[in-house]
Structure formats: C-alpha cells, structure tokens
C-alpha cells in the first residue's frame, strides 16, 4: 500500500549549519510532492513543493531533492535559524487523487 | 482576509457526547478537508469535500460526518465521541480541484480530548 515515511523522527543542528531532512515514499505513481512546517500548536505552513518532471526545485533558504529511482525526497534548509526550529512533513499525492498523504514528521531542533 | 479559521481551539468531551467541529474560508476555495493528528504521527485525511453539496470519505471516515451546504463551510460532526478520537483536528482548503498539485492552506487546529 501507500507508504510515505521519514528517515529521521528528531534533527539537532547547530544554528548556521545546513540541514536535511529526508523523505521515502513507496507509491511509484505519486507525481506531486510538498514539505510542510509545524511549528507548536500550529496548523502546517507549506513550505516548498516539486513536480515529478523535476528533480530539485529551490526557494528561498530551502531546496527540495527529488529522487524518483529509490523513491526519496529530501529538504535543505541553508543556514539554520532557531525560527527553522518545528516538525517537517513530507506529502505525497498523486494525477487523480484529491487528497494527500502525510508522512509522520520530523523534528528539527535548532542549538544556538 | 482571515485564511481558514477554525473552533473551538480545544474541548473536552465525555464518551458518548456529540459535537461539531467548525471550519471556515474566506477565500473562495473549491477544496475543503479534515484531517485529524495524533502524537507522533503525520495527519491522516478524514473527509473532504470538492465544492458545495459534495463530500467524500478520507482515510478514516468512521465515527465522523460532514456536510458542505456553502462554499465556506464545512463543519465536522462527531455524532457519539470516543477516546479514540481524542486528537488534533486540522481543516484545510485549497483554490480548486482541478489540479492535485493546488497548495491547501491549513487551520489552527482544534484540540479535542475525549474522557
């Protein structure tokens, strides 16, 4: 069945240093990917997406890795800030299908 | 404009009591959606609805109804509360269903304890 997990539950970086926080997913059809950021007792603010045609999409401090042949997503985030600290989701969804899948979230922990 | 608002922010409820979970958006969209989230876990999609008057089963539908009679609204029911829906309740919404890719724009969330 569907799957869309994260590799690491907690992340502790160093204020500055870069961070990456990886995704796996198991359903080959999924064309549609988003990271999501929750801060606590807050809904998901979305953050970056990327199209399965593409294999790195970039914004602004965050850049989302695509690798469709072992089916793993990752997020960069440049130059950690304490502000980056919270839970990351990766979704997945699919042509067809109207809702997404979340996988059960990473945290980040920013040291000053 | 306010984005989705949702209430009441948290709520404490006995086994067997009933409830609505309310959702709103100001900003036009078709998509609307709930999904619940329990410690540790990602969310997990309830119902959803693709415009007024139409609704649709999520991933875990059981114990729970919605409507959808405007393009605003779209309450959470739980007709016989039990523990185990005690959990975070998100709404969310997004500009159309025509594509999958329509970002959804989240809630604050309710906090819903179930004794």
């Known amino acids: 069945g569907e799957n869309v997990g994260l590799h690491l539950p907690t992340l502790s970086v160093q204020e500055g240093d870069n961070s990456i926080i990886n995704c796996a997913y198991s359903?080959?059809?999924?064309?549609?990917f988003i990271w999501y950021k929750q801060e606590s007792g807050k809904g998901p603010q979305f953050i970056i997406d990327?199209?399965?045609?593409?294999d790195k999409r970039q914004g602004q401090r965050v850049t989302v890795l695509l690798n469709k042949t072992v089916k793993h997503l990752s997020l960069q985030i440049a130059a950690t800030q304490p502000g980056d600290s919270a839970v990351y989701f990766c979704?997945?969804?699919?042509?067809?299908?109207?809702?997404?899948?979340f996988g059960s979230g990473t945290r980040l922990q920013v040291q000053p | 404009n306010a984005g989705v608002t949702q209430t009441p922010k948290f709520q404490v409820l006995k086994t067997g009591q009933s409830m609505t979970l309310q959702c709103a958006q100001d900003?036009?969209?078709?998509?609307m959606s709930w999904y619940r989230q329990d410690p540790g876990m990602g969310l997990r999609l309830i119902h959803y609805?693709?415009?007024?008057?139409?609704?649709d089963q999520g991933e875990v539908p059981n114990g729970y109804n919605v409507s959808r009679s405007t393009t605003e609204d779209f309450p959470l029911r739980l007709l016989s509360a039990a523990p185990s829906q005690t959990s975070v309740y998100f709404c969310?919404?997004?500009?159309?269903?025509?594509?999958?890719?329509?970002?959804?724009?989240f809630g604050p969330g309710t906090r819903l304890t179930v004794l």
């Open positions: 969310a919404s997004s500009p159309t269903t025509r594509s999958p890719t329509d970002t959804q724009y």
């Open positions: 359903n080959s059809a999924s064309d549609y």
């Open positions: 990327i199209r399965s045609n593409m």
């Open positions: 979704a997945e969804n699919y042509t067809g299908r109207r809702a997404l899948t």
């Open positions: 900003m036009n969209h078709e998509y």
């Open positions: 609805s693709v415009g007024a008057g139409i609704t």
